[in-house]
């Protein structure tokens, strides 16, 4: 038997076929308003203090950091040539887990163009500008590490042999060792008696000078319980022969690697070049120089150094946060049982008291000495203080 079907008119599928649409957008639309109050009432529940609204500063910070980052277009070609990824020559290395190697250079670099560029332009196989004070000022402004350079560095055009060792570690070097173009004086002599004839500021004034204040320093038997540690009171604190090797962080010209060397210790001495210079003269006396800003990751790898000593250096101009990273940075670098000789760190009283014994406390130390004394050298007035404490990095459970 046969069905019999009626077909229906188009007007009346055309009338499905507008429902079905109508109902489909009502849908979209109803859930996009759903989706849009929902979200906003999660957003809205968040604890006000959970909200950072940042301040001026940091917003006039942020942009100025954005403009000032150099485009593609802005950056030299052989910036480009040595942090562009170059192609293994075997492949993919396991080491790498790539088979492209990345050169590092400071994040901060491009947002100096102009230096930058200056910087990276030169003759290829040629010489290189002579130029150290503008490497020098992008590095203190974060350029760090600077990128390598195809180029011969400027020397000294009458160069001489250092002289021997145990000579050179009292010995002013000649003034043949240095190029003297990025500093305002032009000889040893004039350094070493700057502090008598030259007005205003320079860092370390009269640390040149190993016939003056640097042939006494660190030279004493006993501090008597003062801010001046005896580098023997703070060795034999260790087992005889277990404090080795270590590192001075703003070490000025490196008289106390040579005070450790006497004691058949090897330090590294970190220093900028600061209207002088600083690195040539602590190779000259036959021990190490490393030339890194106090921004810089320490290049050495975990639980490594014996010691670790800085003299004025790590105090209140440095901005908290920093000093935070830099102290936990110590602190991976020493192995436990290592020592931290915060040395003469100064700060004004309350701040002693409210910001940076809870910011070292926070960081894991166990504390064997800790001194606090009256800074007066600036007048009394400014109620500055020093701190001077030997820290030790657990020797259990220093994670």
């Given at each position: 038997m046969e069905i019999s079907h009626k077909r229906r008119p188009v007007a009346t599928n055309w009338f499905y076929i507008?429902?079905?649409?109508?109902?489909?957008?009502?849908?979209?639309?109803?859930?996009?308003?759903?989706?849009?109050?929902?979200?906003?009432g999660r957003r809205s529940a968040v604890p006000e203090a959970m909200v950072t609204i940042p301040s001026q500063s940091t917003v006039r910070s942020a942009a100025t950091?954005?403009?000032?980052?150099?485009?593609?277009?802005?950056l030299a070609p052989e910036f480009k040539a040595f942090t562009s990824g170059q192609l293994l020559p075997f492949g993919i290395n396991p080491n790498f887990d790539s088979d492209t190697m990345y050169p590092p250079v400071g994040r901060p670099c491009t947002m100096f163009p102009d230096l930058l560029r200056r910087f990276m332009t030169y003759k290829v196989n040629g010489s290189c500008p002579d130029d150290e004070l503008l490497a020098q000022k992008l590095l203190l402004k974060g350029c760090e590490p600077l990128p390598r350079r195809r180029c011969r560095h400027a020397s000294p055009p009458d160069?001489?042999?250092?002289?021997?060792?145990?000579?050179?570690?009292?010995?002013?070097?000649?003034?043949?060792?240095?190029?003297?173009?990025?500093?305002?004086?032009?000889?040893?002599?004039?350094?070493?008696?700057?502090?008598?004839?030259?007005?205003?500021?320079?860092?370390?004034?009269?640390?040149?000078?190993?016939?003056?204040?640097?042939?006494?320093?660190?030279?004493?038997?006993?501090s008597n319980g003062g801010l001046d540690f005896t580098i023997d009171e703070v060795v034999t604190t260790k087992k005889p022969g277990t404090i080795r090797i270590g590192l001075d962080i703003g070490g000025g010209v490196a008289t106390f690697a040579v005070r450790m060397r006497d004691r058949n210790i090897t330090i590294i001495t970190t220093s900028m070049n600061l209207n002088g210079p600083f690195n040539n003269f602590i190779a000259a006396r036959g021990v190490v120089p490393l030339y890194i800003s106090i921004s810089q990751r320490l290049p050495f790898f975990d639980n490594t150094l014996d010691i670790v000593h800085s003299m004025h250096v790590l105090s209140n101009w440095i901005p908290t946060t920093l000093l935070h990273f830099l102290m936990f940075d110590i602190y991976r670098v020493l192995r436990p049982g290592g020592l931290f000789w915060l040395d003469h760190f100064f700060c004004v009283g309350e701040q002693l008291e409210h910001v940076y014994t809870p910011l070292i406390d926070s960081i894991?130390?166990?504390?064997?000495?800790?001194?606090?004394g009256r800074k007066l050298d600036r007048g009394p007035e400014l109620q500055e203080m020093y701190l001077s404490a030997l820290l030790e990095k657990p020797l259990k459970k220093s994670w």
């Open positions: 507008f429902l079905l649409l109508s109902t489909n957008l009502l849908t979209l639309l109803l859930s996009a308003t759903f989706y849009s109050s929902c979200s906003l950091a954005s403009l000032n980052t150099a485009s593609e277009d802005d160069y001489v042999e250092p002289y021997p060792l145990p000579t050179s570690l009292w010995t002013t070097p000649s003034d043949s060792s240095v190029v003297w173009t990025a500093y305002t004086c032009k000889n040893y002599d004039c350094l070493i008696n700057r502090k008598h004839r030259q007005q205003g500021f320079d860092d370390c004034k009269d640390c040149f000078d190993l016939e003056g204040a640097e042939k006494h320093r660190w030279t004493a038997d006993k894991g130390f166990n504390k064997i000495k800790w001194v606090v």
